[in-house]
């Protein structure tokens, strides 16, 4: 069964810089696309950051190219998402999932296994 886990949320100030982690268990990790989203009450979830399975590509949407990187530590079977320059839009809810496959998009439809999420506050 595979479990996803992620970690390192928090309260955060404007223009403030946060990692979060998303550990996996129960498959091979390396060969699997790990995504981010989030999601705010009332909205749909949204997009963040995409890192395939090997050999590696990253996909961003256009809204955080350049403030947030996605990384991959496969002996670790660990995702991290380095967020910089954060905004109070930045606040939500994050969560990591895995698909099926070594790439996938940005719907949350492709994607089979989710974790618990965790949550990021960025104040102003």
């Known amino acids: 069964q595979v479990q996803l886990v992620e970690s390192g949320g928090g309260l955060v100030q404007a223009g403030d810089s946060l990692r979060l982690s998303c550990t996996a268990s129960?498959?091979?990790?390396?060969?699997?696309?790990i995504a981010w989203f989030r999601q705010t009450p009332g909205k749909e979830r949204e997009f963040v950051a995409q890192?395939?399975?090997?050999?590696?590509?990253?996909t961003y949407p256009d809204f955080v190219k350049d403030r947030f990187t996605i990384s991959r530590d496969n002996p670790k079977n660990t995702v991290f998402l380095q967020m910089s320059s954060l905004k109070p839009e930045d606040t939500a809810i994050y969560y990591c999932?895995?698909?099926?496959?070594?790439?996938?998009?940005?719907?949350?439809?492709?994607?089979?296994?989710w974790g618990q999420g965790t949550q990021v506050s960025v104040s102003s």
């Open positions: 999932a895995s698909s099926r496959a070594r790439s996938s998009s940005a719907l949350p439809s492709e994607y089979s296994y």
């Open positions: 129960g498959r091979t990790f390396r060969y699997y696309a």
């Open positions: 890192i395939s399975g090997d050999p590696i590509q990253t």
